[in-house]
């Protein structure tokens, strides 16, 4: 599962998904939360076979969820990180590449998702 919050934050789910119950100003909600969740803020793009679909800081709204609709389900084949470059890149499954760009107040954080409750793996 792949989705995007506020501020374009991009939210990935990986492994098997459940459900748990978040609780918001609005009220309680289910949400499907995968074994790990990769949160990366809105300094991202998504290639396609090498060419630039959507942006996180430029992109609007519709465009970011046409794109993301298009990685639910698909693999990482490997990531690799650019050091000199600041980016870290995912390559996923049919020629797509999910890709951070650090800044000065970039971050990712990788949650480990137990029940209700996360443990942060790594944050960079």
């Known amino acids: 599962k792949v989705w995007c919050g506020y501020a ?3 939210f990935v789910e990986l492994g098997p998904l459940f459900t748990v119950i978040m609780t918001s100003k609005k ?3 289910p949400s499907e939360k995968g074994e790990y969740t990769i949160m ?4 991202w793009s998504v290639y396609k076979d090498a060419i630039q679909i959507v942006n996180g800081l430029e992109s609007s709204y519709a465009e970011i ?4 609709n298009n ?3 698909l693999s990482i ?3 690799d990180t650019h050091v000199t470059e600041n980016r870290l890149s995912f390559y996923l499954s049919g020629g797509y ?3 951070t760009h650090r800044r000065d107040d970039w971050w990712l954080t990788v949650f480990r998702n137990e029940g209700k409750t ?3 793996v790594f944050g960079l």
């Open 8 to 10: 374009a934050f991009l």
């Open 40 to 43: 990366i803020d809105g300094n």
């Open 118 to 120: 996360g443990i942060v």
């Open 71 to 73: 990685l639910v389900g």
């Open 27 to 29: 009220g309680n909600y």
């Open 65 to 68: 969820d046409a794109c993301i």
């Open 97 to 99: 590449v999910l890709e």
């Open 77 to 79: 084949n490997s990531i």
